[in-house]
T-cell receptor, first 116, second 117 residues
Framework: AQSVTQLDSQVPVFEEAPVELRCNYSSSVSVYLFWYVQYPNQGLQLLLKYLSGSTLVKGINGFEAEFNKSQTSFHLRKPSVHISDTAEYFCAVSFFHNNAGNMLTFGGGTRLMVKP | DGGITQSPKYLFRKEGQNVTLSCEQNLNHDAMYWYRQDPGQGLRLIYYSQIVNDFQKGDIAEGYSVSREKKESFPLTVTSAQKNPTAFYLC????????????????FGPGTRLTVL
């Protein structure tokens, strides 16, 4: 079965510390991979995506993620977080459902809490 | 400004009542989607539409209905048959569904928080 798992529901971290948010998926088909950010009571904004090519992808706000095919992971990292990074982060995968590259399956979300 | 609007932002409903959530986009996108968000469960797909007058059930369609009479509009009705309708509802759109493995970004609206009293 195809699924997306975000291993941590909450990640507390101090300001200026590095952070990693973990995402694993299960699939027997090719995938596209995404990270979205959601600020309170707002919609989702795309942080970064992996479609093909280099496995290290850089996104907005200083975030980056690395696609590891053998471990079926797509972890999100930032070397130094700011208070403004406090938000919910969603990993999403396109499993090419019905050959449609835009159909997304989301993980449960990770709440990043940056403390001063 | 191009984008997706959802209204209202907050909605309260009594048990047993149907309620319709609005979603409008002026991005000229063919594909539109409705998701439900619950704490710890991420987003789950309710319905999607790839073209006017066509829509398909997602993973959790029971208790919901949609219509797509215009390209820019994709309203969602939460019926009294939905057992637990209190949630945050997000609408999204993309240029198309990405057939053939192509990719177009999904853009999200600001959401509607529905509370059943």
């Amino acid at each position: 079965a195809q699924s997306v798992t975000q291993l941590d529901s909450q990640v507390p971290v101090f300001e200026e510390a590095p952070v990693e948010l973990r995402c694993n998926y299960s699939s027997s088909v090719s995938v596209y991979l995404f990270w979205y950010v959601q600020y309170p009571n707002q919609g989702l904004q795309l942080l970064l995506k992996y479609l093909s090519g280099s496995t290290l992808v850089k996104g907005i706000n200083g975030f980056e993620a690395e696609f590891n095919k053998s471990q079926t992971s797509f972890h999100l990292r930032k070397p130094s977080v700011h208070i403004s990074d406090t938000a919910e982060y969603f990993c999403a995968v396109s499993f090419f459902h019905n050959n449609a590259g835009n159909m997304l399956t989301f993980g449960g979300g990770t709440r990043l809490m940056v403390k001063p | 400004d191009g984008g997706i609007t959802q209204s209202p932002k907050y909605l309260f409903r009594k048990e047993g009542q149907n309620v319709t959530l609005s979603c409008e986009q002026n991005l000229n996108h063919d594909a539109m989607y409705w998701y439900r968000q619950d704490p710890g469960q991420g987003l789950r797909l309710i319905y999607y539409s790839q073209i006017v007058n066509d829509f398909q059930k997602g993973d959790i369609a029971e208790g919901y209905s949609v219509s797509r009479e215009k390209k820019e509009s994709f309203p969602l009705t939460v019926t009294s048959a939905q057992k637990n309708p209190t949630a945050f509802y997000l609408c999204a759109s993309s240029m198309d569904l990405g057939h053939g493995g192509t990719y177009n970004e999904q853009f999200f609206g600001p959401g509607t928080r529905l509370t059943v009293l």
